[in-house]
């Protein structure tokens, strides 16, 4: 653990903030650019994968292993949200024939 938290040190925290920003930037523009929907949820992993990154490096710079806690929390969140989103994408594949979020309109009543 000790290895762990050295190297962590040794990278200035500018640079975990720089990289996160640009992943979460990225997955924001694939939510808003796309119109497939496992692009979207992908790009929704990838947002919530930057904030996890994020809240380890800041919870080892500041030595609370808090941050760290919630990231497992996060994980776990995520991880019910993609068989719930993958079981969504599967009921719309199914009844449209497509996985394009601009079909999903013939599902109106």
């Known amino acids: 653990m000790d290895n762990l938290t050295s190297t962590m ?6 640079h975990y903030i720089w990289l996160c920003a ?5 997955g ?7 119109r497939n929907a496992i692009v979207i949820f992908m790009s929704v ?12 490096a800041f ?9 760290q806690v919630f990231v497992f929390f996060i994980m776990a969140l995520a991880a019910a949200e993609v068989a719930v989103g993958l079981a ?6 199914r009844n449209t024939q497509s996985i394009d979020i601009n079909v ?4 109106k009543w």
């Open 45 to 56: 992993e990838l947002m919530l994968n930057s904030v996890n990154l994020l809240l380890t």
């Open 9 to 14: 040190q040794a990278v200035p925290l500018n």
């Open 22 to 26: 640009i992943i979460f930037t990225i």
């Open 104 to 107: 999903l309109n013939r599902l």
């Open 88 to 93: 969504i994408i599967v009921m719309v594949y």
């Open 28 to 34: 924001v523009v694939g939510v808003l650019t796309r």
């Open 59 to 67: 919870s080892v710079h500041h030595n609370d292993p808090s941050g």
